[in-house]
């Protein structure tokens, strides 16, 4: 069953203020996605981008993440 657009406006208005927004963001979502399809990812390209995450260092340990989180937040917030 479809409702008409006059239907789906008066169903709208009954809706709470914070249901509406919900509503009009998926409204702007959907659009969005038709009028920008995202194109499709060609062959390989998942395997090229990791292959230029590598690096010849090793990972940081978790003591070291700890230290460069803290710093962050020192220079963040202080």
């Known amino acids: 069953m479809s409702m008409s657009w006059e239907e789906l406006r008066k169903e709208a208005?009954?809706?709470?203020?914070?249901?509406?927004?919900?509503?009009?963001?998926?409204?702007?979502?959907?659009?969005?996605?038709?009028?920008?399809?995202?194109?499709?990812?060609t062959e390989g390209i998942v395997e090229r981008l990791?292959?230029?995450?590598?690096t010849d260092t090793p990972p940081p340990t978790d003591k070291e993440i700890d230290a460069i989180l803290e710093n962050r937040l020192k220079e963040k917030y202080l």
Do not use: C, F, M, T
Not at 18 to 39: F, Q, T, Y
Not at 50 to 54: D, N, P, Q, V, Y
């Open 50 to 54: 990791a292959g230029s995450l590598k």
């Open 13 to 41: 208005y009954q809706l709470s203020v914070s249901d509406r927004l919900l509503l009009v963001e998926a409204i702007v979502r959907s659009l969005s996605n038709e009028l920008r399809p995202r194109p499709e990812p």
